[in-house]
């Protein structure tokens, strides 16, 4: 059992930061850490497969990946010049998550068994494990579905990047058209639907294809590449590289208005939020010994900070205390509609510490990134008991699956990162990570006004921020036909030849679907052995370069 737990957190912890630096978003591990762990059992010889035990690995496995979700706002903070050292970035990372966890805990019991949320990820992750515990059923078969695009997905992946045999991108363009090859790209498409890919895509060819040429035609890119010193990539023809400098802004504003607006239209989502604490004493898990936990790691997260950044330990104790509302808000969310709004909760931080310590970017940084790792742990213990729940696990064996799991995402991490930003670099030439990009200018924004951006942006600015509210009612109206604004955002950020190619991947697999009579889990099944095959093979590759072995 300890040796699945660990092998599987060690390959999800792994590919989890390359997923989310690379498309901008991470896709629930819940359900692939089970289907990875049967593949292990089936891979050493292990007849027997125990729905219960599988529990246990792929809740460890998901909260490994959720320390690794620390990636996002190390780039962030590597980009203010803030660089952590493998043993503060393993002991931020560990007690962000582990905080998250233990201040969730106690709360399960109201949220799963009171409340009876549905948290749609964690019945489903039930659901697969409950059918690979089935020999005839269909589980098993979808398992090795994902193992044996899993392993073709590496092969390319490798091919791609660390042999040079295939070309990245096929008639790219310098506005970052073009198609790109990415059997990971692909599988994320399968996942993310034809609508919200097609609207993307769509996005990115209004911009791209027509908007931003009429910008370098009228002589706008000179400006731009003079503000952000990037006259060197203006004079290549890099014209994308340029540009995201200027849709960034517009991009940003977008998305964080768009986010808390739909926040403030489930206002009663968050006023019922509030009464898990009720039966915080009624909790099967002792709370005690969590408070005491609680209390250490907050020191200690304090004390990293402060000798990270020279942040004042009790700025550290009011992020915490922000963070525990807004911790309910997003098990809440995460419950009825299977989205855990993280980054909106990182730019409700922000705008908060704009206020109680104003003028200071790294503060209003790190607490939004502490907000975040907290609220992404909490979602994530939450879907993991709604699966033990289903299955009649104990959630003490649980709590403590994901205080295993915790440190060694934590110690992947603190490996990994540094590997990844040497080979594969960070910004448009290399790993996007667009969220790392909304949160350094959303706290530039926040901290030095609009004065800070060069002054063709500030009207585009506002006229950006009065879509992303508009957008959020035409969501509420319309809820299965108006694109999601986090996915208008990124089209924004990302080159449109990554939009095309998970395009590509939504197209064949809504065709696929209707082919299989709508087999949508055959076809999950595919897309995410492609994101996990080249996620690993990047990890690869980058070790490999980094200690000059290929």
């Known amino acids: 059992m300890l040796l699945s737990i660990v092998a599987i957190s060690l390959v999800v912890s792994a590919s989890y930061p390359y997923m989310l630096l690379k498309m901008g978003m991470g896709p629930s591990v819940n359900a692939l850490s089970g289907v990875l762990a049967f593949l292990l059992l089936k891979a050493i010889g292990q007849r027997r497969f125990s729905a219960r035990a599988n529990n246990l690995v792929q809740t460890a496995a998901s909260s490994a990946a959720t320390a690794a979700f620390m990636s996002v706002p190390l780039v962030a903070m590597d980009q203010m010049g803030f660089v952590l050292d493998p043993v503060r970035t393993f002991l931020w990372a560990n007690t962000t998550t582990a905080l998250g966890v233990l201040m969730a805990a106690p709360l399960m ?4 068994e009171v409340e009876k949320l549905k948290f749609p990820s964690g019945e489903a992750t039930a ?14 078969a979808r398992a090795m579905t994902v193992g044996v695009f899993g392993v073709a997905s590496m092969t390319l992946g490798f091919l791609k990047d660390g042999l040079d045999k295939i070309p990245g991108a096929f008639f790219a363009t310098p506005y970052g058209l073009g198609l790109e090859f990415s059997p990971m790209l692909a599988g994320s498409g399968m996942l993310m639907g034809l609508r919200n890919a097609l609207w993307m895509l769509g996005a990115s060819l209004l911009f791209w294809g027509a908007i931003a040429p009429l910008m370098i035609h009228a002589g706008m ?21 340029v540009l995201t400098k200027w849709t960034l802004w517009p991009a940003v504003a977008f998305m964080v208005a768009n986010g808390l607006a739909s926040l403030a239209l489930n206002w ?32 200690l997260h304090g004390a990293v900070q402060y000798s990270l950044m020279g942040i004042s330990p009790i700025l550290t104790i009011v992020s915490v205390a922000l963070a525990f509302p807004l911790m309910l ?51 994530d213990l939450a879907n993991d008991f709604k699966t033990g729940h289903i299955l009649g696990s104990s959630r003490k064996k649980m709590l403590v699956a994901q205080l295993i799991g915790i440190p060694i995402g934590g110690l992947v991490l603190s490996i990994v990162y540094p590997m990844l930003k040497a080979v594969y670099g960070f910004g448009p030439e290399g790993l996007v990570s667009p969220m790392s990009q909304k949160w350094v200018a959303f706290a530039e924004i926040l901290n030095r006004g609009l004065g800070a951006l ?55 697999a809504w065709l696929a679907a209707r082919a299989m ?8 099944a595919v897309g995410s052995g492609l994101i996990i095959g080249e996620a690993l093979a990047a990890v690869l590759i980058s070790g490999l370069k980094f200690f000059k072995l290929l």
């Open 329 to 379: 808000i997003c098990i809440k969310a995460t419950g009825e509609t299977d989205l855990t709004p993280v980054s909106v909760m990182g730019s409700a931080t922000q705008a908060a510490f704009a206020g109680i310590s104003p003028g200071s970017v790294a503060t209003s940084l790190t607490t939004a990134a502490s907000t975040a790792g907290i609220a992404a742990s909490a979602g």
């Open 109 to 112: 019991r109201h949220y799963i």
């Open 221 to 241: 890119g000179m400006p731009v590449a003079e503000v952000f010193h990037l006259q060197d990539l203006l004079a290549q023809g890099k014209y994308f590289a």
């Open 454 to 508: 060069p002054p063709e942006l500030g009207p585009v600015v506002a006229v950006a921020a009065v879509a992303g509210v508009m957008l959020s009612l035409l969501e509420r109206r319309w809820p299965n036909a108006a694109p999601s604004g986090i996915v208008l955002g990124l089209a924004l950020l990302l080159p449109g030849q990554m939009m095309a190619t998970a395009a590509l991947g939504a197209a064949v």
């Open 127 to 140: 659901q697969t494990l409950i059918s690979l515990e089935d020999p005839n059923g269909p589980g098993r």
């Open 517 to 524: 009579k709508g087999d949508g889990e055959g076809v999950k």
């Open 268 to 299: 009663k989502l968050i006023m019922n939020s509030f009464h898990s604490l009720t039966s915080l004493h009624r909790s099967d898990i002792p709370l005690k010994p969590l408070l005491i936990g609680v209390a250490a790691l907050v020191l």
